[in-house]
Each structure stands twice: as structure tokens, then as C-alpha cells.
Nanobody, 120 residues
Framework: QVQLVESGGGLVQAGGSLRLSCAAS????????MAWYRQAPGKQRELVAV???????YYADSVKGRFTISRDNVKNTMYLQMNSLKPEDTAVYYC??????????????WGQGTQVTVSS
């Protein structure tokens, strides 16, 4: 099993920045790709960004050019640098692990989520 713990959320004004972290523990040798999802109130959870084991990245169109995903395999930690934040980025952000080739397939392991609130 894999345990995932997110941190770094908070309240920020539009145009500001935040850096989210996701620390993985447990059977980390089984981790291939890692991803960030988000869920806004009343909306479905959506895929935000993915990083493969070989550091290939994918971004949703809504965050492309503003968010950067990265990972430190020694620390088993993934990051999401979020710049130029907009009120529509307000959501609970979740860490996930899975597999990535041309599409991302979740393994089913989720963190507890971290709240990001962007004020206008």
C-alpha cells in the first residue's frame, strides 16, 4: 500500500502563488506516475497534472503555462508550483499515484486533500 499526504494549501489573492507538496510512504517502489487532481464545490474531480517515472509531464489546458509539476524520487515527494492563480483554481487538491503512457490510469491511492482558495 501507498500513503499520500498533501500539504501547502492555503488562501491567496488572485495572481499569487502556492506550492503544494505530496509525500509518499509505504510501498513507494511500486510508484510509477504521480498526479494532481482537484475538486471544486459542486464539480467533478478533474485531472490537473501528471508526471511519469521518466519525468514526462501532462497538464490540463486550464493550468498550462501557470502550473509546474515536479518530483523528487529520493524524497518520494511530488510538487505542484502554482503561479498566476485565479479564483477558478479554488478547489481541494488531491495527490494520486498511477500509471502514465498516453493517458493516466489511477491506482486508486489518494491523499486526504489540501484546500486552495484564491480570492479575487
Amino acid at each position: 500500500q501507498v500513503q499520500l499526504v498533501e500539504s501547502g494549501g492555503g488562501l491567496v489573492q488572485a495572481g499569487g502563488s502556492l506550492r503544494l507538496s505530496c509525500a509518499a510512504s509505504g510501498s513507494t517502489f511500486s510508484i510509477s506516475a504521480m498526479a494532481w487532481y482537484r475538486q471544486a464545490p459542486g464539480k467533478q474531480r478533474e485531472l490537473v497534472a501528471v508526471i511519469s517515472g521518466g519525468s514526462t509531464t501532462y497538464y490540463a489546458d486550464s493550468v498550462k503555462g501557470r502550473f509546474t509539476i515536479s518530483r523528487d524520487n529520493v524524497k518520494n515527494t511530488m510538487y505542484l508550483q502554482m503561479n498566476s492563480l485565479k479564483p477558478e483554481d479554488t478547489a481541494v487538491y488531491y495527490c494520486n499515484v498511477g500509471y502514465y503512457s498516453s493517458t493516466y490510469l489511477s491506482s486508486g491511492y489518494w491523499g486526504q486533500g489540501t484546500q486552495v482558495t484564491v480570492s479575487s
